[in-house]
């Protein structure tokens, strides 16, 4: 086998290699890339048409790799095993076989790329697991910061609220959790089950809002083979069949299309579902969370959402209230995201009384998530070692700590409009500051594969 056969058996070769669950990675002779399957492409986190007729050199100099074992292969002429790190984060443990042509030149590097990142990790994460707990709990009680398991707690509506929660979660009753997005409800589900009875048993997490409608039945109940065309052979479970004997959180209930309400209910009365073309039913044993930051009384009103069914989630309502109604909170969240941030992007700052008074006077819309966006940007944004009053209001000026903030400027656009504009604003910036994007990948501390891809989002890549 050599160059040409390759090229010439493309679309054969691809179709036999895409069936193998390895990384398939050859470059000719000179180390460039003229074959890249599936599976490696999906390690990597570019696409083929990014990788395809570059030199490994190219591609460890573009930060897609850090080490090349085609490199290794080249310089030694032998048979080479390497761990290769990628510029995404990943890790791949990768053989590099040389084939040689009658004169003994090399002519391909045939690669097999088996990825060990999840391995690694969970190796990492059993080993300092313990250590990590050590540490943050003697942060905290370093910073007087009220913990309720997972629940950060300070202010006296949310420890009244936490005491509440933790009655509740041991009843293993149906709960309803509501309040504006961004207030915490996964953080109560998590804390709900946490501390319930089924703790240690399945604990599946679903958002109703981000399943397609015409998909959202199967997914919840599953189907059995030869229901419709494409089904998995033998059929398939179901959300419900998954959780079965531990806890279900279906998060924006709110958005269940109104067909598939009467069946809930059936399953919530019954405690039994039957797969879509099934004949026949499967007992259920469940704890159901659910989740809304919806109206679901004005939605009964305009005949949106079954008035049965509501009664029968809200058996143990939680409403969760906006952060700014309890401002004793902030304080603590804030250093509690400064200090994970800190240790996400190996930093040591602080932040000032100033700074926590603007932050403690502000709106937050967005609540929680939009406060710990905030600490994030502050974190990777601000050069001193300390946060500074005017660095918050410099950041986020109109919104926080301005009662009389100008609008227009964000009315009308969703949170994730507004934090892709200030992403793009914040790379144009350091761009302009810095001239080249690797120095921005150090200044930022993110991979330069990480960069790239966001560079290319925001059109800011040169040439476009």
């Given at each position: 086998?050599?160059?040409?056969?390759?090229?010439?058996?493309?679309?054969?070769?691809?179709e036999?290699?895409?069936?193998?669950?390895v990384?398939?990675?050859?470059?000719?002779?000179?180390?460039?890339?003229?074959?890249?399957?599936?599976?490696?492409?999906?390690?990597?986190?570019?696409?083929?048409?990014?990788?395809?007729?570059?030199?490994?050199?190219?591609?460890?100099?573009?930060?897609?790799?850090?080490?090349?074992?085609?490199?290794?292969?080249l310089?030694?002429?032998?048979?080479?095993?390497?761990?290769?790190?990628?510029?995404?984060?990943?890790?791949?443990?990768?053989?590099?076989?040389?084939?040689k042509?009658?004169?003994?030149?090399?002519?391909?590097?045939?690669?097999?790329?088996?990825?060990i990142?999840?391995?690694?990790?969970?190796?990492?994460?059993?080993?300092?697991?313990?250590?990590?707990?050590?540490?943050?709990?003697?942060?905290?009680?370093?910073?007087?910061?009220?913990?309720?398991?997972?629940?950060?707690?300070e202010?006296d509506?949310?420890?009244?609220?936490?005491?509440?929660?933790?009655?509740?979660?041991?009843?293993?009753?149906t709960?309803?959790?509501?309040?504006?997005?961004?207030?915490?409800?996964?953080?109560?589900?998590n804390?709900?089950?946490?501390?319930?009875?089924?703790?240690?048993?399945?604990?599946?997490?679903?958002?109703?809002?981000?399943?397609?409608?015409?998909?959202?039945?199967?997914?919840?109940?599953?189907?059995?083979?030869?229901?419709?065309?494409?089904?998995?052979?033998g059929?398939?479970?179901?959300?419900?069949?998954?959780?079965?004997?531990?806890?279900?959180?279906?998060?924006?209930?709110?958005?269940?299309?109104?067909?598939?309400?009467?069946?809930?209910?059936?399953?919530?009365?019954?405690?039994?579902?039957?797969?879509?073309?099934?004949?026949?039913?499967?007992?259920?044993?469940?704890?159901?969370?659910t989740?809304?930051?919806?109206?679901?009384?004005?939605?009964?009103?305009?005949?949106?959402?079954?008035?049965?069914?509501?009664y029968?989630?809200?058996?143990?309502?939680?409403?969760?209230?906006?952060?700014?109604?309890?401002?004793?909170?902030?304080?603590?969240?804030?250093?509690?995201f400064?200090?994970?941030?800190?240790?996400?992007?190996?930093?040591?700052?602080?932040?000032?009384e100033?700074?926590?008074?603007?932050?403690?006077?502000?709106r937050?819309?967005?609540?929680?998530?939009?406060?710990?966006?905030?600490?994030?940007?502050?974190v990777?944004?601000?050069?001193?070692?300390?946060?500074?009053?005017?660095?918050?209001?410099?950041?986020?000026?109109?919104?926080i700590?301005?009662?009389?903030?100008?609008?227009?400027?964000?009315?009308?656009?969703?949170?994730?409009?507004?934090?892709?504009?200030?992403e793009?604003?914040?790379?144009?910036?350091?761009?302009e500051?810095?001239g080249?994007?690797?120095?921005?990948?150090?200044?930022?501390?993110?991979?330069?594969?990480?960069?790239?891809?966001?560079?290319?989002?925001?059109?800011?890549?040169?040439?476009?």
């Open positions: 086998m050599n160059k040409k056969y390759i090229l010439e058996h493309y679309d054969e070769l691809m036999l290699l895409n069936c193998i669950k990384g398939i990675f050859i470059t000719d002779g000179e180390g460039r890339t003229i074959f890249v399957n599936d599976t490696s492409c999906t390690a990597g986190g570019l696409n083929r048409d990014e990788i395809i007729g570059k030199t490994v050199y190219e591609l460890v100099a573009s930060g897609y790799i850090e080490n090349s074992i085609t490199v290794r292969v310089h030694s002429g032998k048979r080479e095993e390497m761990v290769q790190n990628l510029g995404d984060g990943g890790q791949v443990y990768v053989t590099g076989i040389p084939y042509d009658k004169h003994g030149k090399i002519d391909l590097i045939i690669s097999t790329e088996r990825d990142t999840e391995a690694i990790k969970l190796q990492e994460i059993l080993g300092q697991q313990e250590k990590k707990y050590e540490t943050e709990l003697e942060y905290l009680k370093k910073q007087n910061i009220t913990m309720w398991g997972n629940l950060i707690a202010d509506v949310s420890k009244q609220l936490a005491s509440y929660a933790l009655k509740i979660a041991k009843l293993d009753n709960v309803l959790l509501t309040g504006e997005s961004g207030t915490g409800k996964e953080v109560y589900a804390f709900l089950y946490e501390n319930g009875t089924r703790v240690g048993k399945p604990f599946i997490k679903i958002n109703c809002a981000t399943i397609p409608e015409s998909l959202i039945e199967s997914e919840l109940f599953g189907y059995e083979e030869g229901t419709f065309t494409g089904a998995n052979k059929g398939k479970a179901g959300i419900f069949e998954m959780a079965n004997h531990g806890t279900l959180f279906l998060d924006e209930i709110g958005e269940l299309p109104m067909h598939l309400q009467p069946k809930l209910l059936r399953v919530l009365q019954e405690k039994e579902i039957m797969r879509i073309g099934g004949s026949k039913t499967i007992p259920l044993d469940i704890r159901l969370i989740a809304t930051n919806r109206d679901l009384k004005k939605q009964i009103e305009d005949g949106k959402f079954r008035e049965d069914l509501y029968r989630l809200n058996v143990m309502p939680i409403e969760i209230p906006p952060l700014r109604g309890r401002k004793k909170d902030i304080e603590q969240l804030a250093k509690y400064l200090e994970f941030f800190n240790k996400e992007y190996s930093q040591k700052k602080s932040i000032s100033g700074a926590i008074h603007l932050l403690q006077n502000g937050w819309r967005g609540n929680v998530r939009e406060l710990e966006n905030l600490i994030e940007r502050l990777i944004t601000t050069e001193k070692a300390v946060i500074t009053e005017s660095d918050v209001s410099s950041l986020i000026g109109e919104v700590g301005n009662t009389n903030g100008a609008e227009h400027n964000y009315q009308g656009r969703s949170y994730r409009e507004l934090m892709d504009d200030y793009k604003n914040m790379l144009e910036t350091m761009l500051k810095y080249r994007a690797s120095i921005v990948s150090k200044e930022l501390q993110i991979d330069k594969a990480t960069l790239h891809r966001r560079l290319k989002k925001y059109g800011l890549l040169k040439g476009q």
